[in-house]
């Protein structure tokens, strides 16, 4: 009889972790609140990355932050309450701003992404929904010299890791993206990324690969977490528990307070971002999508019109949705391409689970058997949830994974 595994959150990541524990033979519930895939993965840029290698606590933030902490720009808002009550959470996670520790966490992100970038490919193959998926890899822009020239020492860490990329000038961009106005003097193409249009309907189709393998999703709060001499006992809101032998939380930004039911203290807080869609431009179609670095924005081409998503927003998770700094981002955007009126009768506002240094939890949790952790991947769990599916479905089995996961040991914090 094959044992059951209960994966807690039905983001990327958790659909992924209970695919490939699934796939390796075991009996799977997913659980999330919602309809999986309607939380955070529902709102990304639908980048399949592996080249996110820099962290956002990179040796250049000290630099910027006298600028961030201006509390103006497009990429980065802050509620000053918020970061005043968590002030020992951002001064640690401004310690790890060096060279040294950058060029770690790129090192092992970059392990995570190639190994999830295939197995990408190969499900979305499975799943029969290759029209969701573009080769054309992901452009940065840059509107000032200066800005690129800083970006150079980011490029000097994506080298170290590994990542391929193409440089082109100003007259080479209109090439590249004629439907870009001519503001933008330096671009960054990162030739290996590829994306998807419709990242909510990715997940779906992972969904249904794990429903017609015989997959159960249940759509309830969790409420407790019970772990004595007998298997796991996941208490739903319902009444309607589940018995499980192990459990897998990837609950993404309620991780860490599902966590400390168990007594675990997760250094996690919240990158918030929003999005929405534009009507395109008259302009020949954009083919990609493409980070405005001076803008503070990316500008994804989706099936449902252009999708403007911004950078980070600090703030408590729940806290009232601000449009000010999308509004900015939708403002710039419309006046320099010509986008169109909004698509969505409203934005949409999603939570980003950040750890302290900026890389996820994956590994066997440090005080309970047959529970595991594998949240924490900021803003690129698209780009890192099959690979982490493999992971776990390795340590559920208790194999060795693909990669080394010794960066991601949950122990390498005192929790």
């Known amino acids: 009889m094959s044992k059951r595994v209960a994966v807690l959150g039905g983001g990327i990541v958790g659909v992924c972790a209970a695919l490939e524990a699934q796939k390796a033979g075991f009996e799977v519930v997913l659980i999330d609140r919602k309809k999986p895939g309607r939380e955070t993965s529902f709102g990304n840029a639908g980048v399949l990355s592996e080249s996110s290698v820099v962290v956002l606590n990179n040796p250049g933030l000290i630099k910027t932050l006298p600028k961030l902490l201006m509390n103006n720009g497009i990429g980065f808002r802050y509620s000053p309450w918020f970061v005043l009550k968590n002030l020992g959470w951002f001064l640690k996670f401004l310690s790890y701003c060096t060279p040294r520790k950058s060029r770690h966490a790129a090192k092992a992100l970059r392990a995570l992404m190639v190994i999830s970038l295939e197995r990408h490919k190969a499900l979305i193959k499975e799943a029969k929904v ?75 189709a992972y969904v249904d690969l794990f429903l017609t393998a015989g997959g159960v999703v249940i759509e309830d709060s969790v409420i407790g977490l019970d772990h004595g001499t007998q298997p796991w006992v996941v208490r739903l809101q319902s009444g309607n528990d589940v018995i499980a032998d192990q459990v897998v939380l990837a609950a993404g930004a309620w991780s860490a307070e599902i966590a400390s039911w168990l007594g675990y203290r997760i250094p996690m807080l919240w990158e918030r971002g929003y999005h929405r869609h534009l009507e395109p431009a008259k302009a020949p179609a954009l083919k990609r999508a493409i980070h405005d670095i001076d803008g503070g924005y990316v500008m994804a081409p989706m099936q449902t019109g252009v999708r403007i998503t911004t950078g980070v927003e600090m703030r408590d998770r729940d806290a009232e949705m601000n449009f000010s700094q999308l509004d900015a981002a939708i403002e710039d955007a419309r006046s320099h391409h010509g986008f169109g009126e909004p698509v969505d009768a409203e934005p949409w506002m999603g939570r980003r689970p950040t750890l302290v240094d900026s890389l996820p939890m994956l590994g066997s949790a440090p005080r309970h058997e047959g529970l595991f952790f594998n949240f924490g991947h900021q803003h690129i769990g698209l780009s890192m949830a099959p690979g982490s599916g493999q992971v776990m479905a390795a340590l559920l089995q208790g194999q060795t994974p693909p990669i080394d996961i010794a960066p991601f040991n949950p122990s390498r914090f005192p929790i």
């Open 130 to 204: 290759d029209e969701l998926l573009r080769y054309q890899g992901w452009l940065k822009i840059f509107r000032k010299t200066e800005s690129f020239e800083r970006f150079k020492a980011e490029m000097k860490i994506m080298d170290d890791a590994g990542v391929r990329y193409s440089v082109y000038d100003q007259s080479q961009i209109r090439q590249l993206e004629p439907g870009l106005e001519p503001i933008y003097k330096h671009a960054v193409l990162v030739d290996d990324t590829c994306g998807v249009n419709n990242p909510a309907k990715l997940t779906d």
